[in-house]
């Protein structure tokens, strides 16, 4: 399994980036895809989450502001990120969570860095 993000890097506070995610070694439509984040010192927090189905969360700090999709033809998931704050910057993940026979799987990418600067 693999998942492997992009899309990071440097942007001013008020701008946009969008961050990517191609999954590879799953059956991406069955999965539950999820961005997270990790801020220096702090723990690892869902960002947003879009379900197999395609309902979508959102953590509330980033309701409004940010969006999840996926694309299921291209095993991809992005997060379309607006009106970037200073608190948005962190390492941002990629989980990939399945259920099967009442067992829990999951997967993470490596991470991409979003600094924001104010």
């Known amino acids: 399994v693999q998942l492997v993000e992009s899309g990071g890097g440097l942007v001013q506070a008020g701008g946009s980036l969008r961050l990517s995610c191609v999954a590879s070694?799953?059956?991406?439509?069955?999965?539950?895809m999820g961005w997270y984040r990790q801020a220096p010192g702090k723990q690892r927090e869902l960002v947003a989450q879009?379900?197999?189905?395609?309902?979508?969360i959102y953590a509330d700090s980033v309701k409004g502001r940010f969006t999840i999709s996926r694309d299921n033809a291209k095993n991809t998931v992005y997060l379309q990120m607006n009106s970037l704050k200073f608190e948005d910057t962190a390492v941002y993940y990629c989980?990939?969570?399945?259920?099967?026979?009442?067992?829990?799987?999951?997967?993470w990418g490596q991470g991409t860095r979003v600094t924001v600067s104010s």
């Open positions: 070694g799953i059956i991406f439509s069955m999965n539950d």
């Open positions: 989980n990939a969570f399945r259920q099967i026979l009442s067992r829990n799987y999951e997967d």
């Open positions: 879009i379900r197999s189905g395609g309902s979508t």
